[in-house]
């Protein structure tokens, strides 16, 4: 039997190895690979799921995080393939769904058939009472369920006896290979997509080739998070597999979910990991509606007809906004019409304040409000809230409810309906449709193909969203608010606060400086001002006024050293936030063809200092990772860019400035990221280079500067070495010199560790387990694995030690591990007794093992052992 999808291969390789040990061992690994091809079945059809605005999908999945059974998972499938959730899965899922749900009567052909009754033949086997299936319609199902069954019988009364086992294995092997072999599941490409810093993936096909993915490793203007992916008419997702770019071991939820995280599992290798479960701390009920959520019903807003909410509290008027909307909306030449800005920004509000204006005139019948916002920006934070719609579908659903038609319209019934309505074919009309947070919606091109294709004046459609990837539409765009406008947002929330008092003139300029006007920004600083009952410190220091610096410019820069020139310049024409070290390490950098003396001589700091006495730069120094950001006053820039035209340094200038707009604009909002995110967007354009055959000697040697102050850099370094330049040397080097300032940190030692794995250097790489377990205290799974890692190298014999290093690196990582025994399970305890085995230990082998045996009567590992200590095997 060959198979495709690589975890169940492995599988299939140690059940085979485990039938040349024992019934036992191999009634067991193929009860494991049974579990593990219930749960790909079961993520398989899950990841074939549309997002909803009933989180279908979601809801399963907060199930299975938490499933400490197989059993769960069967009804979970069940809910999947025949519940609500299965009225969304996509067109290429249905396959699967069919193969799971479509029912066979007695004899027929079929390899669902085939699969269901040889494992009601093991059944049976061990339960002379349980149903026959093979004289009734059955699907596969029946077969999960009957799984469940067997696993959890065997797991409660232990393995069968050995006359028993010889009869059931045959076809418990034969049932899983029906399944693996014919079961869309395992016939998909499946692959782990690392996105490298050129922007283009690593695909590492884990099933049934990688065509379907090869774009993503030529194309870079995808944006996919990392993570295991099935094709299913496109990538999709698979949020409960994990594995990694080398597909070193895969991991399936395990339940045991507490504090936020949960168990994933090997079948392959019984190593455990503890995943991230934030993303399903929320209960599906504890997500409200929206404070924007449209009314259930229509009903008579000034002289529309209407769903849309009410008029927003405390609004604060936007006058040039406001009149610039209402008249495109009531004009004849726009049918449809955006407002585009940042989140928070005011685009709901504003839109809600006009369409309620707009109602009190006779120039619509309706005006219909669709609300797709799945969170609501609060003064006190963020909130996940329900959306209303996401999809085309919902979006006509909902209008011909509205419209009370009956009996309810079937999807492509009311998808013509929302259209004649918005090419005004049908008797009413004329409307406004606006979709809210547009930016959320599920396939958002085709919606709006579909709307702007539709709509004929006098309707129109008034789209909110921050992302704006379309056209045929008139935008408008939301920025921060005016002066006068952000004065009076103040003074309704400082009143509201009872913090008016706190307010000065001064500090309201401080506050409108730092947020730019934004008015949720704003709310939240004000909100921080109440709690705190003091005005609190904006993070950037007053700048001097710029027509004083305009008056200065001449003499200040007169009196300039050469070096202050040469910085002045650089960073007039790059009008953002600059990282100091980022710009020490363009300036000092080694220029082909130039004598490395010219640059020693330019003295940066020196220079910084000269500018900041003179008022011609700031210094942010509350960056996020307490990196200093540099920027220059408006007035001040141009000014500079005026002297650049005729100054000798303009092409060296140039040459910096093409350096650093690798790092990207930076904003006063961003400096909480620090300097972390410049760093790696220089990272991703020097990969984008080196993909292109270009030479990046200049950006590793900016990097490889910074990191020199910014350890963290090492590591962006070490991935750009190991993914574009292939140098898993100099990537162990930049790990090295990180962990060098950084010895406790985790993940430093966990790259150090992959990066000796990958250079097929064992020794080195067990060296650095060693050094992770006792500098950092890790989890007790990573020390598991790190025993688990040995005893394998050792009885392959791929560890090459003299006698007294072998000795001392096990008996190191025993003693780490028998400190913290009590954390251990028994497979735990298997690892600790096979590392007293390498030292001829066997009565402590002896003794773990019975301790194991004491937790889990039936582990497979432990049992493996016993036996063999009772034969009196050992190893050298």
């Avoid at 050995?162 to 599941?185: F, M, N, R």
Wanted: proline share 5%.
């Amino acid at each position: 039997m060959t198979i495709s999808f690589i975890p169940a291969s492995r599988m299939l390789e140690r059940s085979r190895l485990a039938q040349e040990e024992s019934d036992t061992a191999y009634f067991f690994d193929l009860l494991y690979l049974g579990e593990m091809v219930t749960k790909v079945l079961v993520i398989e059809i899950l990841t074939a799921i549309e997002d909803d605005r009933e989180r279908h999908r979601y809801s399963l999945e907060y199930e299975l995080v938490r499933a400490d059974g197989i059993g769960r998972w069967a009804e979970v499938l069940d809910q999947a393939v025949s519940g609500p959730a299965s009225q969304h899965l996509n067109i290429a899922g249905r396959d699967s769904q069919r193969a799971i749900s479509e029912t066979f009567k007695p004899g027929a052909d079929g390899w669902q058939r085939k699969a269901v009754d040889s494992l009601n033949e093991v059944c049976r086997c061990l339960e002379a009472t349980y149903e026959d299936l093979t004289r009734q319609r059955t699907s596969l199902r029946a077969w999960v369920r009957q799984f469940s069954w067997l696993r959890n019988r065997t797991r409660g009364h232990g393995a069968p006896r050995g006359a028993t086992l010889s009869s059931i294995c045959p076809p418990l092997e034969e049932s899983l290979a029906a399944v693996l072999e014919h079961a869309p599941a395992f016939n998909r490409a499946w692959a782990h997509l690392h996105r490298s810093l050129s922007g283009k993936y690593r695909i590492s096909a884990f099933g049934n080739g990688r065509d379907e993915f090869a774009h993503l490793a030529r194309e870079s203007d995808h944006s996919l998070p990392d993570g295991s992916y099935v094709y299913l008419g496109e990538p999709r997702r698979s949020s409960l597999l994990f594995t990694d770019p080398d597909l070193t071991d895969f991991y399936l939820p395990n339940g045991n979910f507490r504090n936020g995280k949960f168990e994933a599992l090997s079948y392959v290798s019984d190593e455990v990991r503890t995943i991230d479960g934030s993303g399903y701390l929320l209960p599906k009920e504890a997500q409200p509606p929206s404070e924007t959520t449209a009314n259930p019903a229509m009903d008579y807003v000034g002289q529309a007809l209407s769903n849309v909410p009410p008029r927003p509290d405390r609004y604060v008027e936007r006058a040039a906004l406001e009149r610039e909307l209402a008249e495109l909306l009531c004009d004849d030449r726009h049918p449809v019409v955006t407002l585009q800005g940042r989140g928070g920004v005011g685009k709901t509000s504003l839109a809600l304040e006009v369409l309620h204006k707009i109602s009190q005139t006779d120039s619509f019948f309706g005006i219909i409000w669709f609300s797709a916002r799945d969170i609501d920006l609060l003064p006190e934070g963020p909130k996940v809230v329900r959306p209303d719609v996401l999809s085309i579908d919902d979006v006509a659903r909902d209008f011909a409810g509205l419209m009370e038609i009956t009996p309810s319209p079937k999807a492509a019934e009311a998808r013509e309906y929302l259209s004649s309505n918005l090419s005004g074919d049908s008797e009413w009309g004329p409307f406004i449709f606006v979709l809210d947070n547009f930016e959320t919606i599920r396939d958002q091109a085709e919606l709006f193909q579909f709307l702007s294709n539709s709509v004929r004046l006098p309707n129109k459609v008034l789209i909110t969203t921050r992302t704006r990837d379309f056209k045929a539409d008139y935008p408008i765009e939301v920025s921060g608010m005016n002066e006068s406008e952000f004065n009076e947002l103040v003074d309704v929330t400082a009143v509201r606060l009872g913090i008016f008092e706190l307010i000065d003139p001064e500090y309201r300029d401080a506050l409108y400086r730092e947020s730019g006007g934004h008015p949720y920004i704003t709310k939240v600083l004000l909100g921080e001002v109440a709690n705190e009952g003091r005005r609190i410190t904006p993070r950037r220091v007053m700048a001097a006024k710029e027509v004083m610096l305009d008056a200065l410019f001449d003499r200040s820069y007169a009196s300039l050293s050469s070096s202050a020139q040469r910085v002045f310049l650089t960073l007039c024409n790059w009008r953002s936030l600059v990282p100091r070290i980022g710009l020490e390490a363009v300036l000092l950098r080694p220029v082909p063809g130039h004598s490395d003396t010219n640059m020693a001589h330019l003295d940066v700091d020196a220079a910084l200092r000269d500018l900041e006495q003179k008022s011609l730069i700031e210094i942010v120094r509350e960056g996020g990772d307490g990196q200093e950001f540099l920027s220059i006053p408006l007035a001040a820039a141009e000014f500079g860019k005026k002297k650049l035209v005729t100054s000798p340094l303009k092409f060296a200038i140039d040459s910096d400035l093409e350096l650093i707009r690798g790092f990207g604009a930076t904003s006063t909002t961003d400096l909480a990221h620090g300097l972390g995110p410049r760093v790696d967007r220089l990272a991703r354009l020097a990969a984008q280079r080196a993909e292109n055959g270009e030479d990046v000697s200049q950006e590793l040697s900016v990097i490889e500067y910074i990191a020199t102050g910014f350890p963290s850099a090492w590591l962006t370094l070490a991935q750009l070495q190991r993914d574009q330049m292939s140098d898993l040397t100099a990537a162990i080097h930049s790990v090295n010199r990180y962990i060098e300032n950084n010895p406790v940190d985790q993940e430093g030692w966990n790259r150090l560790v992959a990066l000796y794995q990958a250079a097929d250097d064992p020794l080195a790489e067990m060296n650095a387990r060693l050094q992770l377990a006792e500098l950092t205290r890790p989890a007790f799974k990573d020390l598991s694995s790190a025993a688990s890692r040995l005893n394998g190298l050792l009885s392959r014999r791929e560890l090459v030690l003299d006698a007294d290093e072998r000795r001392l690196m096990v008996r190191k990582l025993r003693l780490l591990l028998e400190s913290r025994h009590q954390e251990a399970d028994a497979t735990d305890l298997s690892r600790l007794a096979w590392l007293c085995m390498f030292t001829q230990d066997t009565q402590a082998a002896d003794g773990w093992t019975t301790e194991g045996l004491k937790r889990d009567p039936h582990n497979e590992h432990c049992l493996r052992l016993k036996r063999r200590l009772a034969s009196g095997a050992n190893d050298d």
